[in-house]
Structure formats: structure tokens, C-alpha cells
């Protein structure tokens, strides 16, 4: 990616993305407009689809939903949190439409602590915005069966080994593993369920 001058403050090339002149501005103005969109929804997508193509196609697809809505805010802060929910419902209709992705969307991910994913190559505002998947998994969590419940918390938040929570409800390792992979595979059946259904090879029984 190539980065533009920065030529106007963040706060400045926000509120002339949402400009009713938009398509008057100066190239150059657009560019710097358009890559602070980027800095600023690009680790929420790429948590999601992981995918860097994909992600490119998404945010290219959000900014022209943005371009040609332009409601009026007040304060920045409510804009931003705008633009991220634009690109979040951007992400999830490219999941509808494209089944290669949504079936490689890893849920597992989310579970922090139940594998080793690599986000170090993200900023930490990127980090944060990307909390906004996590936050759509607790509503699911809410759902779960309190025993699920319980053990997502304990390796998710906690970050417990096998061994620490088998030891915490007095039960064996292998038990705890068993249940903790039928705790996931609900909450992927939730997310899945909302996002469309998957190819039958990729269906979880």
C-alpha cells in the first residue's frame, strides 16, 4: 500500500470523506481521504475474512456505500463508529455471496487462547476494532448452555490450560476437551446460521 502525504488532520479528512462535494476534491485529497478509510477498517475486515485480496474489495465496496450516504454527525467519534459498522455489514454481505470465504471465515480464531493466531502485523487501534467480531461472539455466548458457557470463558478470557480447568471442576482433561469442542462448534453454528449456510461438506454436525 502506498501511503499519501498527510496533508490534513485525521479529523479534517474524516469529515471531507462524508463531503456532499466529494467527487469535486482534488485527486490527491480523495487519496489521503480514502487511505485514512483504510487505516481505519482494514484490521476489523482482515480479522474476519483474512484474506488480503478480499479485504481490498470490501473496503473498496464500503467507501462508495459511504460516498453516497453521507448523513450528518456531530461528533467524530460517532462518525468512526459509523464507518466501522458500514464495513462490518460490507463483510458480512460478501460472506453471503462468496462461499470460498465464508467457509474459511475462522471462528476458532476468536477463541484467543484456543489457537495461536498471528495479529502482530496490526496496529492497536486495528487490534481494538477488531474486538467488534468478539463482541458478536459474547452474544452467542449468552445462548450457550452454562457448562459451554463456563468453559469458553476459562480458556477464551482466562486463558487456562486443559489441565487448570479439568482441575477447577474436578473432572479429567480429555472430558474437558470433549466439551469444549461441542461449546465452539455451537457458537459456530449460531455465527453460521446467521451468515448463510455452508457448502454440505463444511455443514457441522
Same mark, same amino acid.
Given at each position: 500500500m502506498v501511503t499519501p502525504e498527510?496533508?490534513?488532520?485525521?479529523?479534517?479528512?474524516?469529515?471531507?470523506?462524508?463531503?456532499?462535494?466529494?467527487?469535486?476534491?482534488?485527486?490527491?485529497i480523495q487519496e489521503e481521504i480514502y487511505y485514512e478509510f483504510y487505516d481505519l477498517v482494514y484490521g476489523q475486515i482482515l480479522y474476519i475474512v483474512r484474506d488480503h485480496a478480499a479485504v481490498?474489495?470490501?473496503?473498496?465496496? =464500503?467507501?462508495?456505500?459511504v460516498?453516497?450516504?453521507k448523513p450528518d454527525f456531530d !461528533? %467524530?467519534?460517532?462518525?468512526?463508529?459509523? /464507518?466501522?459498522?458500514v464495513a462490518k455489514n460490507c463483510t458480512m454481505n460478501y460472506l453471503r455471496k462468496n462461499k470460498k470465504y465464508r467457509n474459511q471465515v475462522d471462528v476458532d480464531s476468536v477463541f484467543i487462547h484456543e489457537d495461536d493466531v498471528a495479529v =502482530?502485523?496490526?496496529?492497536?487501534?486495528?487490534?481494538?476494532?477488531?474486538?467488534? !467480531? %468478539?463482541?458478536?461472539?459474547?452474544?452467542? /455466548?449468552?445462548?450457550?448452555?452454562?457448562?459451554?458457557?463456563?468453559?469458553?470463558e476459562c480458556r477464551w478470557k482466562h486463558g487456562l490450560s486443559y489441565k487448570e480447568i479439568a482441575?477447577?471442576?474436578?473432572?479429567?482433561?480429555d472430558i474437558v476437551k470433549q466439551r469444549l469442542y461441542r461449546a465452539r462448534e455451537s457458537v459456530k453454528k449460531m455465527m453460521y446460521r446467521e451468515w448463510g449456510?455452508?457448502?454440505?461438506?463444511?455443514?457441522i454436525r
Open positions: 498527510r496533508g490534513l488532520s485525521v479529523s479534517n479528512r474524516l469529515q471531507l470523506l462524508l463531503a456532499a462535494d466529494f467527487a469535486d476534491l482534488s485527486d490527491a481490498e474489495d470490501i473496503i473498496q465496496e =464500503s467507501f462508495i456505500k460516498i453516497t450516504s !461528533l %467524530e467519534s460517532k462518525m468512526r463508529g459509523w /464507518l466501522r459498522v =502482530s502485523s496490526l496496529n492497536v487501534e486495528n487490534q481494538v476494532e477488531s474486538n467488534l !467480531l %468478539e463482541q458478536s461472539i459474547e452474544l452467542y /455466548l449468552e445462548k450457550l448452555k452454562p457448562e459451554y458457557r463456563l468453559l469458553i482441575d477447577l471442576l474436578d473432572t479429567r482433561e449456510e455452508l457448502d454440505e461438506q463444511r455443514k
